[in-house]
């Protein structure tokens, strides 16, 4: 099956690195604008820069997406060039591990808001034109740590989970408009995220992954190219486990 894109206005949060370039690339592949956002303007730089010398559609927008009130100025700056964000993809994620007993507030409050509060930011910043217009595709990430829980991880896992609670709630409340809302749970994915866990804890991890290794932020990229495409429309609210089988 060929997949059906009409172009449109996507932004990308997280688009400077890992999967979220992976997403962005994807994106600007089918014919979109994608407005890549990260919080490092020369990471999301050059990833629009890539785009743009590919033949793409690109800008970048360098935003703290923990920051409610630069989020908001963000989406009424883009929605004044763009009048509409049609599909919206949380991607944007940091991980602060620690068991319990050690986490500090500070490292639980980082990662709920850079990894959950973030699309409660854009979803509210957008929202009104998409809800206008009857058509739009958000895709928020999860995570397989959202699903089945992991130690270490509580305040990633809480965030991934409200992730999901997320994309549900709003997946009900957007079907009148024509608004499909998803969620993608990513496994281990090879990325700068990853990349600091060491060589012996990977491969503890490869034992216990069906598929037996990790995963390419291309893997997950296109999974949410499909969910974005005009031949996802009827799919919302479902949440989608790109992990090798280790949510099985
Ligand atoms: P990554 O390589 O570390 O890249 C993270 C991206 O998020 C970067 O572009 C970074 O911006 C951006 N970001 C972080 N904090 C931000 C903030 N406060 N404001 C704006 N942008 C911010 O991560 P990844 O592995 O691609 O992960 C992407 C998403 O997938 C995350 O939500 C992660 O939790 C999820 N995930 C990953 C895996 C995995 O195995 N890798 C598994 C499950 C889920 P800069 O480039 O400017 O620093």
Same mark, same amino acid.
């Given at each position: 099956?060929?997949?059906?894109?009409?172009?449109?206005?996507?932004?990308?949060?997280?688009?400077? #690195? @890992?999967?979220?370039?992976?997403?962005? =690339?994807?994106?600007?592949? !089918? @014919?979109?604008?994608?407005?890549?956002?990260?919080?490092?303007?020369?990471?999301?730089?050059?990833?629009? !820069?890539?785009? &743009?010398?590919?033949?793409? $559609?690109?800008?970048?927008?360098?935003?703290?997406?923990?920051?409610?009130?630069?989020?908001?100025?963000?989406?009424?700056?883009?929605? $004044?060039?763009?009048?509409?964000?049609?599909?919206?993809?949380?991607?944007?994620?940091?991980?602060?591990?620690? &068991?319990?007993?050690?986490?500090? =507030?500070?490292?639980?409050?980082?990662?709920?808001?850079?990894? &959950?509060?973030?699309?409660?930011?854009?979803?509210?910043?957008?929202? #009104?034109?998409?809800?206008?217009?009857?058509?739009?595709?958000?895709?928020?990430?999860?995570?397989?740590?959202?699903?089945?829980?992991?130690?270490?991880?509580?305040?990633?896992?809480?965030?991934?989970? @409200?992730?999901?609670?997320?994309? $549900?709630?709003?997946?009900? =409340?957007?079907?009148? #408009?024509?608004?499909?809302?998803?969620?993608?749970?990513?496994?281990?994915?090879?990325? !700068?995220?990853?990349?600091?866990?060491?060589?012996?804890?990977?491969?503890?991890?490869?034992?216990?992954?069906? &598929?037996? #290794?990790?995963?390419?932020?291309?893997?997950?990229?296109?999974?949410?190219?499909?969910?974005?495409?005009?031949?996802?429309?009827?799919?919302?609210?479902?949440?989608?486990?790109?992990?090798?089988?280790?949510?099985?």
């Amino acid at each position: 099956m060929q997949l059906t894109h009409t172009p449109r206005v996507a932004l990308v949060t997280g688009a400077g #690195r @890992g999967i979220g370039k992976a997403i962005a =690339e994807q994106l600007a592949a !089918d @014919g979109h604008t994608v407005i890549c956002v990260s919080k490092n303007p020369a990471s999301c730089g050059g990833v629009a !820069d890539a785009i &743009l010398a590919a033949g793409g $559609k690109a800008v970048a927008k360098a935003v703290d997406v923990s920051d409610g009130a630069a989020v908001a100025a963000a989406c009424e700056e883009i929605l $004044k060039e763009y009048g509409c964000v049609d599909i919206l993809v949380n991607n944007a994620g940091i991980t602060k591990d620690g &068991l319990m007993m050690r986490m500090s =507030e500070d490292d639980w409050a980082d990662v709920i808001s850079t990894n &959950l509060s973030s699309a409660f930011f854009w979803i509210k910043g957008l929202m #009104r034109p998409m809800t206008k217009k009857r058509w739009g595709r958000i895709v928020n990430i999860s995570s397989v740590v959202g699903v089945q829980g992991n130690a270490g991880q509580t305040n990633y896992a809480s965030a991934k989970a @409200g992730m999901i609670g997320l994309t $549900k709630s709003l997946a009900k =409340e957007f079907s009148t #408009r024509n608004i499909t809302v998803n969620a993608v749970a990513p496994g281990f994915i090879t990325t !700068d995220m990853t990349a600091v866990l060491p060589e012996e804890v990977q491969q503890k991890i490869k034992s216990v992954i069906p &598929l037996a #290794r990790f995963g390419a932020p291309e893997d997950i990229a296109s999974t949410v190219d499909f969910l974005c495409s005009e031949n996802a429309g009827y799919i919302t609210g479902q949440v989608f486990s790109v992990d090798g089988g280790m949510a099985m």
